[in-house]
């Protein structure tokens, strides 16, 4: 693959393009003309040793002079040059897994080795947004079997990073989502931490919820960190609470993640293999996880919630995970708060055994750091409920939960947002039904999460009596803008939670 023998200057101009690696050239560039560049060309960008392939972009005005290209602020970063440095480009030559991905697309079954390219691909950099989608969409729905599942955890596991102990035990907990709340992780981690058991939690950000709950953490915390501080922190405290990018532990899934926001996509199969990957790579030996089911959840009825149990135990077994399932109820918000902050306040309310704590997301994380500790055997079959409670109920729990804190950069109370407005009940009755997810959206059009203090506060459960003008829930918004914003669509949408 032969370098150019033209250079061209590089411009900053401050694009954020967020993951992707783009490049801006003038249409009547000679290298473009000589070439036959156009956008959307997937290029090579030389700079000394160092190369990155990039998308192309076409300019059509002077921003940019005929021998300049400027580059996205990531690019930059990750060619290491500055204004006035010089690079090269060159054709980037076609991929093969791209034939193994529009296979995928034509709901054909590929093989391991596929898998394993196509990754591998996607991690070093070679796809486009543009192609990193179709591969998405075409694993999306039934189209992955349980073969294909196994594979493509095992070559999500071995895209980077790997952590192991000395220890025979790594216990670690997933929930799959789609209850709006529901933020038992920490919890769960300092609970199981403080019963002497090793729990390194690598988390992501939201994929298509208001938090998820490296968000919620990083309201109280520093979440973003390097496998080595991870490994200090967790030799230190027993367990951690951090986001798995900067450490590298299967970074194609924070790559398809990135992806799967945008598309607002999380199909079955890639999900578990996103779970189990990170499981694998954090080297966890026994994982509990939660499939909430409900008319308006992820999964919606306890069937698919059953074929996804036996799914998890089949691909656990096959990467030499221990998996026990928890099918619970997601009929409904579990705890008060949808968003990072109000998630984390929760969390909090909890540990310290306040009274006005909610109720059923304690209950909850008592049911799943029971079933941990009774899976890792640390305590007899049917007992590991009332041990968990003892611990959370001592405030050892809690005490744990800071130190785990400190270890990782220092504890900071979470904040409301500046700008709320009260939604109230505009009859007397019963509330009879929710529905999760346009409570979810609400709470993004609010702006969480990337606006940490924003979401609701939700206070209106299942056969809760509420009188004419009693509040449901507070939207909360970092701006008076996105406040109306998520008001507005609340005029337009039927009706949210039922009352009768």
């Known amino acids: 693959m032969e370098q150019q023998s033209n250079p061209l200057k590089v411009k900053s101009l401050g694009i954020d393009t967020y993951y992707e690696n783009i490049i801006f050239i003038r249409s009547d560039c000679a290298i473009c003309r000589s070439e036959g560049f156009t956008a959307l060309t997937r290029l090579i960008i030389h700079h000394n040793e160092k190369t990155i392939i990039a998308t192309l972009n076409v300019v059509h005005s002077d921003l940019l002079k005929v021998n300049e290209a400027a580059l996205s602020d990531v690019a930059l970063r990750r060619l290491g040059v500055i204004d006035g440095d010089f690079i090269n480009i060159s054709h980037l030559k076609p991929l093969d897994s791209l034939s193994d991905v529009r296979a995928k697309m034509a709901h054909k079954k590929i093989n391991e080795v596929a898998f394993y390219k196509i990754i591998d691909d996607i991690t070093n950099g070679l796809y486009s947004d543009i192609e990193i989608a179709a591969f998405i969409a075409g694993c999306a729905g039934d189209n992955l079997d349980l073969e294909e599942i196994t594979w493509l955890t095992k070559a999500m596991?071995?895209?980077?990073?790997?952590?192991?102990?000395?220890?025979?035990?790594?216990?670690?907990?997933?929930?799959?989502?789609?209850?709006?709340?529901?933020?038992?992780?920490?919890?769960?981690?300092?609970?199981?931490?403080?019963?002497?058991?090793t729990i390194p939690k690598i988390s992501s950000r939201s994929i298509t919820s208001p938090a998820g709950t490296a968000d919620t953490?990083?309201?109280?915390?520093?979440?973003?960190?390097?496998?080595?501080?991870?490994?200090?922190?967790?030799?230190?405290?027993?367990?951690?609470?951090?986001?798995?990018?900067?450490?590298?532990?299967?970074?194609?899934?924070?790559?398809?993640?990135?992806?799967?926001?945008?598309?607002?996509?999380?199909?079955?199969?890639?999900?578990?293999?996103?779970?189990?990957?990170?499981?694998?790579?954090?080297?966890?030996?026994?994982?509990?996880?939660?499939?909430p089911f409900g008319p308006t959840a992820k999964v919606r009825s306890h069937d698919e919630?059953?074929?996804?149990?036996?799914?998890?135990?089949?691909?656990?077994?096959?990467?030499?995970?221990?998996?026990?399932?928890?099918?619970?109820?997601?009929?409904?918000?579990?705890?008060?708060?949808?968003?990072?902050?109000?998630?984390?306040?929760?969390?909090?309310?909890?540990?310290?055994?306040?009274?006005?704590?909610?109720?059923?997301?304690?209950?909850?994380?008592?049911?799943i750091a029971g079933a941990l500790l009774e899976l890792s055997g640390q305590i007899e079959k049917g007992k590991g409920f009332l041990e968990a409670k003892k611990i959370l109920e001592s405030t050892k729990a809690y005490d744990k939960f800071i130190s785990i804190?400190?270890?990782?950069?220092?504890?900071?109370?979470?904040?409301?947002?500046?700008?709320?407005?009260?939604?109230?009940?505009?009859?007397?009755?019963?509330?009879?039904?929710?529905?999760?997810?346009?409570?979810?959206?609400?709470?993004?059009?609010?702006?969480?999460?990337?606006?940490?203090?924003?979401?609701?506060?939700?206070?209106?459960?299942?056969?809760?009596?509420?009188?004419?003008?009693?509040?449901?829930?507070?939207?909360?918004?970092?701006t008076e803008g996105e406040l109306q914003y998520a008001v507005d669509y609340l005029e337009s949408a039927n009706s949210i939670i039922k009352i009768t």
């Open 305 to 367: 919630a059953l074929k996804l149990q036996y799914y998890f135990q089949a691909v656990g077994e096959a990467i030499k995970l221990k998996v026990a399932v928890l099918i619970s109820d997601g009929s409904q918000p579990v705890g008060r708060g949808i968003g990072p902050s109000l998630e984390a306040m929760d969390v909090l309310s909890v540990l310290r055994n306040q009274d006005t704590a909610p109720k059923d997301l304690k209950e909850k994380s008592l049911e």
């Open 157 to 197: 596991i071995v895209s980077g990073s790997k952590l192991t102990w000395d220890r025979k035990i790594i216990a670690d907990k997933h929930s799959v989502g789609g209850v709006p709340g529901n933020r038992t992780t920490p919890i769960v981690v300092a609970i199981i931490a403080t019963a002497g058991l």
């Open 217 to 291: 953490m990083e309201t109280m915390t520093t979440v973003n960190l390097s496998i080595e501080k991870i490994k200090e922190v967790v030799i230190k405290e027993g367990g951690c609470l951090a986001l798995g990018r900067l450490a590298r532990l299967s970074p194609a899934d924070d790559i398809l993640i990135t992806i799967e926001k945008a598309l607002d996509v999380d199909s079955a199969g890639q999900m578990i293999a996103s779970v189990l990957s990170k499981k694998g790579a954090v080297g966890s030996t026994h994982v509990v996880i939660d499939i």
């Open 405 to 478: 804190c400190d270890a990782q950069g220092g504890f900071k109370e979470p904040v409301f947002s500046k700008f709320k407005t009260e939604i109230k009940s505009k009859i007397t009755g019963t509330v009879i039904s929710i529905d999760n997810r346009r409570l979810a959206k609400i709470a993004k059009l609010a702006g969480a999460p990337q606006s940490p203090s924003a979401g609701i506060y939700f206070v209106a459960s299942l056969g809760t009596n509420v009188e004419l003008g009693q509040t449901l829930y507070t939207i909360y918004s970092e």
